[in-house]
C-alpha cells in the first residue's frame, strides 16, 4: 500500500535558530501524538538541513527534505547545490519543480527531467510538483498542463524509478491565496493522474504511487482533502511554519 505523506515545505524562511525550534517541537509532538504509519518530511532551507538530520536521528516518523537541487553532478556552478551533498547530510527527500521555480526562476519540464534523473542517481527521492495557473484552469487547459507536465518531466524513468517519486498536485491559485483547491476538484485532478500512470507504466505502478495536494491546505480543511480516494496526504507551506497547524494536519492520518 502507498504511504501516506504531510510534508512541509517551509520556503525560505526562518533563521537558522527560528528554524531548529520549530523542528524540535515538531519532533516532539510527533512523538506523543502521531499513532498511525503516516510519514512528516520536513523540507527546509538548504543551511538548517545537517542539524536538523541529526535531531531526527532515531525518529522513523520524520525525513528531511531539500526544496531544489542542481541539474549537474557537480563543477563550476557558483552558488548552486548538489544532490550528492544533500544525500551526504541524511537527507531523504528533495522537491521539483515547485511552480514558484518554475515561475521565479525558469525551470521548464526538460530541465526538471534532467534534475530528476541527477537526484535519483544520488538516492534522493523527488517530491515531483505539478499543477496549471489560473489563467490554464479557466481556460479548460489544466488536465493537458498536468498531462504534459508528467510526460515530459518525469515520464522518461523506468517504472523501478518512477516508484520512488512522490507526485504533489498543486494547482498555482491555490499556493498561498488561502484559496483552496475544492476537495472534488483536487479529487478529480488527482484520478486523472493516477490514471496517467497506470496508463504508461500499470495499474501496480499507480496504485503504489503517494500523490499529495498542496495549496493552502490546513488542518480545517485537511481532514476532507484527505478523505479522498486519491489523495494520499498534503504538501504544506503556510501551515508548516506553525508546529501545532503541521501536526494537527499529520494527525488527520491517526
Ligand atoms: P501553501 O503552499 O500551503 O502556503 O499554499 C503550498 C506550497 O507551495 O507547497
Redesign the pocket.
Known amino acids: 500500500m502507498r504511504k501516506k505523506i504531510v510534508a512541509g515545505?517551509w520556503?525560505m524562511n526562518l533563521d537558522y535558530n527560528e528554524g531548529l525550534s520549530l523542528f524540535s517541537e515538531i519532533i516532539n509532538m510527533i512523538k506523543d501524538e502521531v499513532t498511525g504509519k503516516q510519514e512528516a518530511i520536513v523540507c527546509s532551507p538548504f543551511i538548517h538541513l545537517h542539524s536538523l538530520a541529526q535531531l531526527a536521528k532515531g525518529y522513523n516518523k520524520i525525513s528531511l527534505g531539500a526544496q531544489n537541487a542542481h541539474q549537474a553532478e557537480s563543477g563550476a556552478y557558483t552558488g548552486e547545490i548538489s544532490a550528492k551533498m544533500i544525500r551526504s547530510v541524511g537527507v531523504a527527500y528533495v522537491?521539483l519543480g515547485?511552480?514558484?521555480r518554475r515561475q521565479y526562476f525558469g525551470e521548464t519540464n526538460e530541465l526538471l527531467a534532467k534534475k530528476t534523473d541527477t537526484a535519483l542517481k544520488n538516492e534522493l527521492k523527488p517530491i515531483f510538483?505539478i499543477g496549471e495557473t489560473l489563467q490554464e484552469r479557466e481556460a479548460n487547459k489544466h488536465f493537458d498542463v498536468i498531462k504534459s507536465q508528467m510526460a515530459e518531466g518525469v515520464f522518461h524513468l523506468d517504472a523501478a524509478q518512477f516508484g520512488k517519486l512522490v507526485i504533489?498536485y498543486?494547482p498555482v491559485w491555490?499556493?498561498?491565496?488561502?484559496v483552496t483547491a475544492s476537495s472534488a476538484q483536487a479529487q478529480e485532478i488527482h484520478a486523472f493522474i493516477r490514471k496517467e500512470i497506470a496508463a504508461k507504466y500499470s495499474q501496480q505502478v499507480a496504485d503504489d504511487t503517494t500523490i499529495l495536494y498542496?495549496?493552502?491546505?490546513?488542518p480545517t480543511n485537511a481532514p476532507e482533502l484527505f478523505a479522498q480516494p486519491d489523495i494520499d496526504g498534503?504538501?504544506?507551506?503556510?501551515?508548516?511554519l506553525k508546529s501545532r497547524d503541521f501536526v494537527d494536519i499529520l494527525k488527520v492520518f491517526n
Do not use: P, Q
Request: aromatic share 0%; with cysteine.
Open positions: 515545505n520556503k522537491i515547485h511552480s514558484e510538483c504533489a498543486e491555490a499556493i498561498g491565496t488561502g498542496g495549496g493552502s491546505c490546513n498534503g504538501l504544506i507551506g503556510g501551515a508548516s
